[in-house]
T-cell receptor, first 114, second 113 residues
Framework: AQSVAQPEDQVNVAEGNPLTVKCTYS??????LFWYVQYPNRGLQFLLK??????LVKGSYGFEAEFNKSQTSFHLKKPSALVSDSALYFC????????????FGKGTTLSVSS | DAGITQSPRYKITETGRQVTLMCHQT?????MFWYRQDLGHGLRLIYY???????DKGEVPDGYVVSRSKTENFPLTLESATRSQTSVYFC????????????FGNGTRLTVT
């Protein structure tokens, strides 16, 4: 069965510092991996995805994520955090041998202080 | 405007009542999904649909019914609402299923009293 874990409920960083939001996954086949962001009272917005190819994926708003197959991780990163990055971040995975739907992690709240 | 619209935005209902949450998308995406969001659980998949008249269960389908008679609509019905179904419900669509990003509506906050 496919699963995804976000080990940190909350990440706190100062504006201008680099940020990392962690994600690990478990699948039987090959993973399709996604990051989404949610602002208060809104639906989730797509940030980036890894399907195949380069392990470093670049996405919206300066975010990037690194796929590490040996560690089964897909951590979200940004070199310099902004206060406006404060939001709830979700990692999601689909197993290419287990159907269509995405399975989401429980989410990590990112708080960027000025 | 193109997009995905959920209605109502907020709903309060009583235990045992039937309630239907609506979802409409204007992209003609093949795939549509219903998730519920609960504190401590993240998003959990209720049902999804790969095309009109094709639906399948997700992680937490019990107590819910879906239909997809038209590509653009994917209503979710709670046949007899329970307090445990108090949640925020999100509808999403995607063009190609698992390899395409999901586009989410703004959610329906449902309270069952």
């Amino acid at each position: 069965a496919q699963s995804v874990a976000q080990p940190e409920d909350q990440v706190n960083v100062a504006e201008g510092n680099p940020l990392t939001v962690k994600c690990t996954y478990s699948v039987s086949g090959n993973p399709y991996l996604f990051w989404y962001v949610q602002y208060p009272n809104r639906g989730l917005q797509f940030l980036l995805k890894y399907i195949t190819g380069d392990n470093l994926v670049k996405g919206s708003y300066g975010f990037e994520a690194e796929f590490n197959k040996s560690q089964t991780s897909f951590h979200l990163k940004k070199p310099s955090a902004l206060v406006s990055d404060s939001a709830l971040y979700f990692c999601a995975v689909r197993d290419d041998q287990a159907g269509t739907a995405l399975i989401f992690g429980k989410g990590t709240t990112l708080s960027v202080s000025s | 405007d193109a997009g995905i619209t959920q209605s109502p935005r907020y709903k309060i209902t009583e235990t045992g009542r039937q309630v239907t949450l609506m979802c409409h998308q204007t992209w003609s995406h093949s795939y549509m999904f219903w998730y519920r969001q609960d504190l401590g659980h993240g998003l959990r998949l209720i049902y999804y649909s790969a095309a009109a008249d094709i639906t399948d269960k997700g992680e937490v389908p019990d107590g819910y019914v879906v239909s997809r008679s038209k590509t653009e609509n994917f209503p979710l019905t709670l046949e007899s609402a329970t307090r445990s179904q108090t949640s925020v419900y999100f509808c999403a669509s995607s063009e190609l299923g698992g390899v395409s990003p999901l586009h989410f509506g703004n959610g329906t906050r449902l309270t069952v009293t």
